[in-house]
């Protein structure tokens, strides 16, 4: 992989780890549900502060973060019905949507209240969009493939909640997916082998159905969402 040859061959960036922890409290702390300004100028607010190669690092380990934390607390969550019901449930990560098929009433969608307290449509909204701004440089700090896997497990695990896990579909929810899609695309082309899409995404090219999208506070419908298209038009051009 270029980004391990790099690394290896003394290609890569100067980092300052001091910087990138500081970054990373501030923006843990600063923004989220408690704050007292809308998602989306949240969300512009964190893209602002995670620039430079130190600000990429530190969007980069967001995006996994909340991903390995997602995954974690699917984990307990099944291994909390088996304990109660003796239902065993299968919790893969390149496919959610066979667990949320199966058990989607009972559970909960990890997003909203993960141990790190980012918030999907703020710290994680932002950290989406500086990576995949920043796709052909991501091979100078970090390996880009796991990353794509990562974003790809929130797209799914997004999807997912708005079908299975009674998510609200507003404008919060498609602001996310769409940076989700156009920052995975832009991770796949700044690849030279980029790999196989992932079977959520495969399931829900095949769609053309378009879902209401509402304003965050209020049950007015504001207009809609085709995801099928969107998948298409994002990840396939």
Request: aromatic share 6%; with cysteine; proline share 7%.
């Amino acid at each position: 992989m270029r980004w391990l040859r790099q690394l290896l061959g003394g290609g890569r960036v100067q980092l300052d780890p001091a910087r990138q922890q500081a970054l990373l409290r501030d923006v843990q702390h600063r923004y989220g549900a408690g704050a007292q300004v809308r998602f989306p100028e949240q969300a512009e607010a964190v893209t602002g502060m995670l620039n430079g190669d130190d600000g990429l690092v530190v969007a980069a380990r967001i995006v996994s973060q909340v991903a390995d934390e997602a995954h974690a607390d699917l984990q307990a969550q099944a291994h909390d019905i088996h304990r109660r019901t003796g239902r065993r449930l299968l919790v893969h990560r390149r496919n959610y949507r066979p667990l949320w098929k199966e058990a989607g009433p009972a559970l909960r969608w990890p997003l909203f209240a993960l141990p790190c307290g980012f918030h999907p449509y703020a710290q994680v909204a932002a950290a989406v969009a500086v990576v995949g701004s920043r796709a052909p440089q991501l091979d100078r700090v970090t390996d880009p493939y796991p990353l794509l896997t990562h974003v790809f497990e929130l797209l799914d695990l997004t999807t997912a909640g708005w079908e299975y896990g009674r998510v609200r579909v507003d404008t919060d929810a498609t602001a996310l997916v769409d940076r989700l899609i156009t920052s995975a695309g832009q991770i796949l082309a700044a690849m030279d082998d980029p790999p196989r899409l992932p079977p959520p995404v495969r399931e829900l090219m095949r769609r053309n159905n378009t879902l209401e999208v509402h304003e965050p506070s209020s049950p007015q419908a504001v207009g809609g969402i085709n995801l099928g298209a969107k998948l298409r038009e994002g990840l396939l051009t």
